[in-house]
C-alpha cells in the first residue's frame, strides 16, 4: 500500500514540496504519495489529526505552524526540535506524533556541501530573531564559528534568542544601527524582509572579502538583500532553494531510512525558475 506524506501550511499553494518529495520517491524506489494540505491557525491540530485517521505517515510542517506544532501537537520532541522550539518534521509512529526539525541541518548541508563554505571559524550575522532564526540557530552554534552576531529591529526579541542559546555558543545581540563598522564572513537573511521586497537597514562594508550572503528566501531571484550584498562585493550569493530541497531530504532520510541525491533535484528546481 502507498504510504502517505503531505506538507501542511498556510499559503501552500506555491509550495515545490509535492514535486520534491516525487522526485525523491521516484529516484529511491519508494512507494509513497505527498500532497499539500491547507490549513487555518484554528483548524491546524484538527487538520493534523484528521490526516492521521486517513492512514498518513508524517508531515512537514511550515509557515506559520512550527510553533503551533511544537507547543500543541508533538507527543514527543526531537532533541534539535526542543532546542530551536520549533518542528517541521512530524513522524506518526505507535499512537505518537513525534516531532523533529531539519531545518538546521538543511541548511548547514546547502551552506557547506553544496556551497562548499565551512561555517567553523567564519563571523556570522544572522538577521532576524523569528521562528526562520530559532530554526538554524543551534545548527549553525554546532559549527563552533569563530563569532555569531544576532541582529534585529527589536533587540529585545534578540536578547530574548541570545539567552536561549548563551550555553550552546555565546552569540552576540544588536541592532542595525549596533552594525556599523562590523564585517562578516557569512551573513543569512532570516527575516521576512525578501517577502515584501524591502531590504533590512545594514551599513555598507559589511561583507568581507570572499563573504557569503544567503537569503533564506527563494524563487524570487535576485532580493533586495541579495542585490545589495552583490553591490557591496559579497563572493557569492544564495538563496534558499537548496536549504528547502535539503530539508526535505533530511525528513525523507527520517520517513523512509534513506537520503536521497538531492542535487539532481535542485538543478531541476532551477531550471522551473
Not at 6 to 24: C, R, T, Y
Not at 58 to 82: H, S
Not at 215 to 231: H, V
Request: one cysteine or more.
Amino acid at each position: 500500500m502507498t504510504d502517505r506524506y503531505s506538507v501542511i501550511g498556510n499559503p501552500i499553494a506555491h509550495s515545490k514540496s509535492p514535486l520534491i518529495h516525487a522526485e525523491f520517491a521516484r529516484q529511491t524506489g519508494q512507494d509513497i504519495s505527498y500532497t499539500a494540505i491547507l490549513a487555518t491557525r484554528e483548524s491546524f491540530v484538527s487538520a493534523v489529526r484528521d490526516f492521521i485517521g486517513q492512514g498518513g505517515k508524517g508531515m512537514n510542517v511550515t509557515v506559520p505552524f512550527k510553533e503551533q506544532a511544537w507547543k500543541y501537537l508533538a507527543t514527543d520532541i526531537a532533541p534539535r526540535a526542543a532546542t530551536a522550539r520549533a518542528v517541521n518534521t512530524l513522524i506518526f509512529k505507535d499512537g505518537k506524533i513525534i516531532g523533529d526539525n531539519t531545518d538546521g541541518a538543511g541548511l548547514l548541508r546547502d551552506i557547506e556541501g553544496n556551497l562548499g563554505f565551512p561555517v567553523a571559524g567564519r563571523r556570522v550575522l544572522l538577521m532576524g530573531a523569528g521562528g526562520a532564526a530559532c530554526g538554524v540557530l543551534p545548527a549553525l552554534l554546532s559549527r563552533n564559528p569563530a563569532a555569531l552576531t544576532i541582529v534585529n529591529r527589536n533587540i529585545d526579541k534578540a536578547r530574548e534568542l541570545q539567552e536561549r542559546f548563551t550555553a550552546s555558543g555565546n552569540p552576540s545581540v544588536t541592532d542595525y544601527p549596533g552594525l556599523s563598522g562590523s564585517q562578516f564572513d557569512l551573513v543569512i537573511n532570516a527575516t521576512s524582509s525578501s517577502m515584501n521586497d524591502v531590504l533590512p537597514p545594514l551599513p555598507k562594508a559589511i561583507f568581507t572579502a570572499g563573504a557569503l550572503a544567503y537569503d533564506l528566501m527563494y524563487g524570487k531571484g535576485l532580493t533586495p538583500f541579495l542585490k545589495f550584498a552583490q553591490s557591496q562585493g559579497a563572493a557569492k550569493l544564495a538563496d534558499g532553494l537548496g536549504m528547502l530541497v535539503e530539508q526535505a531530504a533530511e525528513s525523507f532520510l527520517i520517513w523512509r531510512g534513506v537520503r536521497p541525491d538531492t542535487r539532481p533535484v535542485i538543478a531541476m528546481l532551477r531550471g522551473k525558475e
